[in-house]
């Protein structure tokens, strides 16, 4: 028998009590009366939506910061505090937890777009145990019925606070951490290593346009092929996108720089009746108009013949260009280039597409191109195949801790004795 093995026989043989967060706490929000001015040269540390998104236990020392004035009345996070994704363009998105693992040494300050619960009382509550609870998929499922919208999703608080939590006896709690922890701490070394050789490609794929620029012409993007937008079909014309084979790119899709497929797809009656363009394979796409860009450009290969929406920019490479150059050549600059053309203000991040267009690259001869992409295709290999080497291996580990996570964190429930 295991040591948790023991501990739940002893502590709670007869199940552990099931409670919702209404009962356990309350939620608050996060800054408010904030212009985008204000977190320039900030003197205070802000805590980001992608803070919340990538890290189950949150990150309390980042980079980011924001104006904060003497006497000013804003909420701060506390140790235990959980942290959820208020808003985001996909359901799935919403409500992703990050917990207050350690205790702040300074004012953490919260973003608009994300909210926070608080316990009334951590007695019985290890705050390490709730950044794998809340992400466990019992958690996550209910967390989901929550959110609600079309365009874009927000969570309920109401509906959050009638999400019910298990709460086993804290030894308990603490070997079910101590188990999941060991998975996730190989995982963050494995990762560690994996981003140590996705920043090497990154400054090795600039380095090999920079080499060529001074022995071949500089040319905007423009200059690579035609560019052109696309839009979205009415969605009240269900004939549109019933049965749909088409794919239809959104942001939402511009997660991987190859893409597969997307997540939607219209119907063939689309193309003529809703004036939809449908281009062909091999195109570069790039999002100009989405919250990604406050700290992301997103730039996709697209392998197979699409359409897309209004958010998005498509290449038509010209002959002389092959496609998988201008990708790569616009991949390694992503940063340079969404720096140089991002927007200031508006209500929706986005960039000045004249700007992107400007934007200057080397444009050689197809050997030259064809030379490049087969240098860097090699090196691509290494840091980003998941079948091979360090993210398969992630992969493998990842699956295996939330295996684990779901199976510790299935509770038998205990009976309430009315009163």
Not at 116 to 127: A, G, H, K, M
Request: charged share 25%.
């Amino acid at each position: 028998m295991s040591r948790l093995d023991e501990l739940i026989m002893k502590l709670c043989p007869n199940g552990v009590p099931i409670r919702t967060m209404g009962e356990l706490g309350k939620f608050y929000g996060g800054l408010t009366g904030k212009s985008k001015n204000d977190f320039t040269d900030g003197n205070a540390t802000f805590i980001s939506y992608r803070n919340v998104y990538s890290n189950p236990a949150l990150d309390i020392n980042p980079s980011d910061t924001v104006k904060i004035a003497d006497g000013e009345k804003q909420r701060t996070l506390a140790y235990g505090d959980v942290i959820f994704t208020g808003s985001s363009e996909t359901p799935d998105e919403c409500g992703f937890s990050s917990v207050v693992t350690r205790h702040p040494t300074k004012p953490l300050y919260l973003n608009s777009f994300c909210f926070f619960f608080r316990f009334d009382n951590l007695t019985d509550v290890d705050p390490n145990f709730m950044k794998h609870l809340f992400r466990s998929n019992n958690l996550r499922y209910q967390i989901g019925k929550t959110a609600s919208g079309v365009t874009r999703f927000n969570v309920s608080k109401d509906k959050m606070a009638k999400v019910v939590i298990p709460l086993p006896p804290l030894p308990v709690q603490r070997e079910i951490v101590r188990i999941l922890d060991n998975f996730t701490e190989l995982t963050a070394e494995l990762t560690a290593e994996l981003t140590a050789r996705q920043k090497q490609y990154q400054y090795y794929s600039k380095l090999q346009f920079e080499m060529i620029k001074d022995s071949y012409p500089i040319k905007p993007i423009s200059a690579f092929g035609k560019w052109s937008g696309g839009k979205t079909p009415s969605m009240s014309e269900k004939r549109f996108w019933e049965d749909g084979t088409i794919p239809w790119i959104s942001s939402k899709d511009m997660k991987a720089s190859v893409l597969s497929d997307t997540e939607d797809h219209i119907a063939e009656c689309a193309i003529k009746d809703a004036s939809m363009t449908l281009y062909p394979k091999e195109c570069v796409a790039i999002v100009t108009r989405s919250g990604i860009l406050k700290h992301t450009f997103p730039v996709s290969f697209i392998p197979f013949a699409t359409t897309v929406n209004q958010d998005i920019k498509i290449l038509v490479p010209r002959s002389d260009v092959i496609p998988k150059y201008i990708f790569l050549a616009m991949k390694a600059y992503a940063e340079d280039i969404r720096k140089k053309t991002k927007k200031q203000g508006g209500t929706v991040d986005s960039l000045e597409f004249q700007k992107v267009l400007e934007f200057e690259l080397p444009f050689p001869p197809i050997e030259e191109q064809r030379r490049v992409v087969t240098i860097l295709e090699r090196f691509d290999l290494l840091c980003h195949d998941i079948t091979n080497g360090l993210p398969a291996e992630i992969a493998a580990r990842q699956r295996q801790y939330e295996y684990y996570r779901d199976k510790l964190l299935t509770f038998k429930q205990k009976e309430e004795v009315p009163a």
